[in-house]
């Protein structure tokens, strides 16, 4: 989703993280806190690789979002919750979206399989949110002591991604005052039946600091699984004034040869990653046969990969790419393309390595007669 969803998509995820989170401590909103090595809200946003997504923001943090937000469409927040969500409901209408779910920034450890019931739900039921059954004691208190007893039958805690038909929540939040606490609450305002569907204890909501090390926990003790890629591609030189080269457009008296535009360094990368997937190359993903990839920019590509890779559950822990070449040459441009290269696939900077090298002047590279790379990317699923 580049700026908007593709109406052929159904379901979309809206990502709420304009609030402060205060009560976390810390110099940074909770939503932009390191958890395991990246930030809380990059971890969210990969639970939700498999579908278009919008993330809500604070004005302020505009920056931090482009540089993980990938291809998810950025809309800044109102106010309140339900007025930011109010926001990104309208920023799809008219996109052909039949189900949104609605989930917390700060809940970055929902699993594949909570989500796969809140959209199995919608598809009896115009609205499903999961939740647990209350299972403790319930107390009043009043100065330090306690003043009384509830009855927990019948209730649950709340939890996120809240699914809904798309129009009915619209509506529904166009119908309402304001000031709810969840989008359940005005989704029932409006009459809607809201599905309870099992929800998960890992699935913890980041307040307070003591759950960033209750979370730290939780991952840890997940068996990671660890996957390295790597990939090899060779464009020869043609005629033309620039040459594409990791996402960067440098100047030079010759252009490369392709059936896109022919970004050897992105290519490479591109296959290292569906390799450490161990699902295929470019060309099984975009095959040359197919007219419209012809002349079609590298970054397509290497979203796509990123994007497959989050799906399955993994995040791009690191990744190196080696141009060969005499010319052009590659170090006055490399920190631009680790830049390009790490925007289009959504991590930190300091993840991405490119770098160059020459073959001494033998072989085709050392004739100038193409540029070759070679790359390596390791995935980790924690």
């Not at 990502?15 to 990246?38: E, N, S």
């Not at 009896?124 to 009043?140: F, H």
């Amino acid at each position: 989703m580049s700026k908007m969803p593709d109406p052929s998509f159904q379901t979309v995820a809206i990502i709420v993280a304009a609030g402060r989170g205060t009560r976390a401590g810390g110099d940074l909103p909770k939503q932009w806190q390191l958890l395991h090595g990246q930030p809380v809200l990059a971890r969210t946003l990969a639970a939700f690789a498999a579908m278009p997504r919008v993330l809500v923001i604070h004005p302020d943090d505009r920056a931090r979002a482009e540089a993980i937000a990938g291809d998810a469409l950025i809309v800044e927040g109102g106010a309140t919750r339900d007025a930011s969500v109010m926001n990104a409901l309208l920023a799809l209408e008219g996109r052909g979206v039949a189900h949104v779910l609605i989930h917390d920034g700060a809940r970055p450890l929902v699993s594949p399989a909570l989500i796969a019931r809140v959209r199995a739900a919608l598809d009896r039921a115009p609205a499903a949110a999961p939740a647990l059954v209350v299972t403790d004691a319930l107390w009043t208190g009043a100065n330090g002591l306690v003043s009384g007893t509830r009855d927990r039958s019948g209730l649950y805690r709340a939890q996120t991604p809240q699914g809904f038909h798309y129009e009915a929540i619209l509506a529904a939040h166009r119908a309402h005052p304001g000031g709810a606490a969840d989008d359940v609450e005005v989704a029932r305002a409006a009459g809607l039946d809201v599905t309870i569907v099992e929800g998960d204890e890992n699935n913890l909501k980041l307040t307070f600091p003591g759950d960033f090390s209750r979370a730290g926990a939780i991952l840890k003790g997940r068996a990671m699984d660890v996957r390295l890629g790597n990939g090899f591609d060779v464009h020869a030189f043609c005629d033309g004034d620039h040459v594409w080269l990791c996402g960067v457009k440098i100047p030079h008296h010759k252009g490369l040869l392709g059936h896109s535009d022919a970004d050897v360094g992105m290519h490479a990368l591109t296959d290292a990653i569906y390799g450490a997937l161990a699902m295929g190359d470019i060309g099984r993903h975009f095959p040359p046969s197919d007219s419209q990839w012809k002349g079609a920019e590298s970054h397509i590509f290497l979203r796509h990969a990123a994007e497959l890779a989050r799906s399955q559950g993994f995040a791009i822990a690191n990744c190196d790419v080696t141009l060969i070449c005499e010319r052009p040459k590659i170090g006055p441009h490399a920190q631009a393309m680790r830049a390009a290269l790490a925007k289009i696939m959504g991590v930190d900077l300091d993840r991405v390595s490119v770098k160059a090298t020459t073959s001494e002047q033998l072989g085709f590279t050392g004739r100038e007669e193409g540029i070759a790379s070679i790359a390596t990317a390791t995935l980790v699923k924690a």
